[in-house]
């Protein structure tokens, strides 16, 4: 019993490195972005696109990641991907731009392949605790989030290099990921123990369950929400007056809000065993506080930090659920990649162009109210989504 614990919580460490990788590469590169710009002559949306491209392959490549668990364990493709998030992230420290945007091509395509394995490996893992082993991993990636764009800038600054060479940073944890996942697999017999199946899991097809879609809505809808307000919530703020080092406080507390709800939430499913009591709760929090960024965003010295809290609080929590959903609708084990896949792909892929079109609002509209309310209207439609998907969820798992 005393060996059978010491390996889950080898395993649960592995999967908590592997996670903290997921975002690092995307959300170390905002707060270099003039500096980049500046170094390579790098116009608005050539910096932006160093933002959509790692989005564009998480969705693109999920389902590549899914068909290649047919033919090799997942474990083995999973370590494959940090090893792409390893290269990627080193790439981009080579002189140039090409090297710059093929790295972070390459490290978009790593998150996409681990991000869509890690779901079937918790259920394969701990079938019994997916709902809180889905919060620690889900938490140790935003909180590798975090901790990218906070120590970017000052990792350059202690390092005394190019902005570019800096990036190159963050392909250091993936490799100490990659080291810690191949030893923690080997020494449990994961790759041996989950054998591919060239069938994908059987008969099992996303793409003709009506489940699965309802589930893809759900993580689409709650994706876009929360890219949105990633691009647009700091714009707004340093639109009206706010310091861009405010701006970065603000996001932050963003981010570290996300982290609590997301840890503790789905534990709080698991143990009630209905996760729709927890998305109308975490949905209505993200959605009302969108609401009062278009409306009332100062409405009293600190409202918008209280704004920004509460759709951190929010969001934290239905990204997990969300995660969980996709987990607990698949029908079997081995069909929970291409369930990931094809939820990934359209969550993802709207991510990718939703800032976008904000953006189009924003210009057309003249100011930041619309793309907000906008928002607001989208977490309606995810509320309404997420019950759906939780049902659905809550009926399969029994």
């Not at 908590?16 to 990788?21: D, E, K, Q, S």
């Not at 992230?89 to 991000?115: D, E, K, Q, S, W």
């Not at 869509?116 to 490996?121: K, N, Q, R």
């Not at 840890?263 to 209905?274: E, I």
Request: charge should be positive; charged fraction near 10%.
């Amino acid at each position: 019993m005393a060996e059978r614990r010491a390996r889950d919580l080898g395993w649960l460490v592995a999967i908590a490195l592997v996670a903290l990788n997921l975002r690092a590469a995307i959300t170390s590169v905002p707060p270099m972005a003039v500096d980049l710009g500046a170094d390579l002559g790098l116009g608005a949306v050539a910096i932006g696109a160093l933002t959509t491209i790692p989005v564009a392959c998480m969705g693109l490549f999920a389902p590549v990641a899914a068909w290649f668990t047919r033919w090799r364990a997942p474990s083995t493709v999973l370590s494959v991907g940090i090893g792409f998030i390893a290269v990627g992230a080193g790439l981009r420290a080579v002189g140039g731009a090409v090297p710059l945007y093929v790295g972070t091509a390459l490290a978009g395509i790593g998150i996409a392949v681990v991000g869509t394995l890690l779901p079937g490996l918790v259920r394969t893992r701990m079938p019994d605790r997916v709902g809180p082993v889905t919060g620690i991993y889900t938490a140790a990636l935003i909180t590798g989030a975090f901790i990218a764009s906070s120590l970017a800038e000052p990792v350059r600054i202690w390092l005394d290099v190019s902005a570019q060479a800096a990036l190159a940073v963050w392909a250091v944890p993936a490799v100490v990921a990659l080291v810690v996942w191949t030893m923690v697999s080997r020494a449990n017999g994961t790759a041996s123990a989950a054998r591919p199946s060239r069938t994908g899991g059987g008969r099992h097809s996303p793409w003709r369950d009506p489940s699965a879609w309802i589930v893809t809505g759900f993580m689409a809808v709650q994706s876009l929400l929360f890219y949105g307000a990633l691009a647009w919530l700091p714009v707004s703020a340093i639109a009206h007056g706010m310091s861009a080092q405010e701006a970065g406080l603000l996001l932050g507390l963003f981010t570290v809000t996300q982290v609590l709800t997301a840890f503790v939430v789905p534990a709080l499913a698991h143990r009630t065993g209905d996760m729709r009591p927890w998305i109308v709760v975490t949905m209505t929090s993200t959605t009302v506080g969108l609401l009062l960024v278009a409306l009332v965003p100062y409405a009293f010295p600190g409202a918008l930090w209280l704004w920004a809290a509460l759709q951190g609080l929010g969001m934290g929590g239905h990204f997990a659920l969300a995660l969980n959903a996709i987990t607990q609708v698949a029908p079997s084990t081995a069909a929970v990649p291409a369930y990931s896949g094809m939820a990934f792909l359209f969550g993802y892929g709207l991510a990718a162009i939703g800032p976008v079109l904000l953006g189009f609002l924003a210009d057309a509209s003249g100011g930041y109210q619309l793309p907000f309310l906008t928002l607001t209207g989208f977490g309606l439609v995810a509320l309404a989504l997420g019950v759906a998907a939780a049902s659905r969820a809550r009926a399969r798992s029994r």
